[in-house]
């Protein structure tokens, strides 16, 4: 799969993305999987960028880069350099012109579930 750097200015610093047309629903659906990713998904749906520390997740460090590897990896977010934080944000354009709706109905389902789960 091709994949585009975020940062030319600073190789040592740059992350690969997959670009658009390379993005899998295969692996969209396996990253938005997780519960743990799912939280991060809605965190970022929330907050238009949040550094990895910011978004307050119960888990270790590597466990949290991890998560986020996945997510950058299946072309669900992008992540740059801030300083020594890495900036996370959705792809929220790239994934609604790649397949309209999902990530709306995605977060809508984890938000009802949410619901049930809490009447339950």
Do not use: W
Not at 6 to 14: E, I
Not at 82 to 110: I, M
Request: proline share 5%.
């Amino acid at each position: 799969m091709p994949l585009r750097s975020t940062s030319a200015a600073t190789p040592s610093r740059q992350l690969d993305h997959p670009e658009p047309a390379d993005i899998r629903l295969e692996e969209v659906l396996h990253a938005c999987a997780d519960p743990m990713r799912l939280r991060i998904i809605q965190a970022l749906a929330a907050d238009a960028a949040a550094a990895c520390g910011e978004i307050g997740l119960a888990c270790s460090k590597s466990t949290a880069t991890y998560h986020f590897r996945v997510l950058r990896e299946a072309g669900v977010i992008t992540q740059r350099y801030q300083g020594t934080a890495k900036v996370n944000e959705l792809r929220r354009a790239d994934l609604d012109a790649v397949f309209p709706g999902l990530l709306d109905a995605l977060l809508a389902s984890a938000t009802a579930q949410a619901g049930r789960t809490r009447e339950a």
